[in-house]
């Protein structure tokens, strides 16, 4: 069974730029989340999907981030402009469901350098 | 708040040693409870979970922890650590929602 892909692995770009992630979660997953793991911390959830409605997205940064899930399946994740802090990985992970108890896979992740 | 605690940010140990990781967390009720592995360049990999029942709980590649209520306790354990476990593992606790720990760094000495 493929995992959960991610590309690109790594983005360098200047603050004040835009950027765009994209994610492919497991083939049937129906629940898509994307979290910022900046150096030093834990995964933080930025956003997560249910098929393509968003069910949780409190922690993320509206006036700059943007993320979509047109077709309840790939999803793209968009920063503009970005910033010094933004600089992170960004992990897709998908799950079966919507159940805490449902096992999230994660991807490799992209590591975002801002300059 | 809800909030996970890892007290160590590294931890060393040599390889055939034991190792327990701590977490500690802060919720409003028992939460369901979780230990992740992040190797280098890799995502994350769910070790075990505990949502009721029996307090220890087995996982993967030999990892087991236990839920110690009434100290909020969910520390991860091996009885004897491999060089191909050094990596960095994460403890989470959530219901709607997973919260993350900050990490504890692995480090393993030949």
């Known amino acids: 069974e493929a995992g959960v892909a991610q590309s690109p692995r790594y983005k360098i770009i200047e603050k004040r730029q835009s950027v765009a992630f994209w994610c492919n979660p497991i083939s049937g997953h129906a629940t898509l989340y994307w979290y910022q793991q900046i150096l030093g911390q834990g995964p933080k959830l930025l956003i997560q999907?249910?098929?393509?409605?968003?069910?949780?997205d409190s922690q993320l940064p509206k006036d700059r981030f943007s993320a979509e899930r047109l077709k309840g399946v790939d999803s793209t994740l968009k920063i503009q402009p970005a910033k010094l802090e933004d600089s992170a990985v960004y992990l897709c992970a998908s799950s079966q469901g919507l159940a805490e108890y449902n096992e999230q896979f994660f991807g490799p992740g992209t590591r975002l350098t801002v300059l | 708040a809800q909030s996970v605690t890892q007290p160590d940010i590294h931890i060393t140990v040599s390889e055939g040693a034991s190792l327990e990781l701590r977490c500690n967390y802060s919720y409003g009720a028992t939460p369901y409870l979780f230990w992740y592995v992040q190797s280098p360049g890799q995502g994350l990999q769910l070790l075990l979970k505990?949502?009721?029942?029996?307090?220890l709980v087995q996982g993967i590649k030999g990892f087991e922890a236990e839920f110690k209520r009434s100290q909020s306790s969910f520390n991860l354990r091996k009885p004897s650590v491999h060089w191909s476990d050094a990596a960095e593992y994460f403890c989470a606790v959530g219901f709607d929602k997973i919260i993350f720990g900050k990490g504890t760094r692995l480090h393993i000495l030949p």
């Open positions: 999907f249910q098929n393509n409605g968003v069910v949780d």
């Open positions: 505990y949502f009721s029942g029996d307090t």
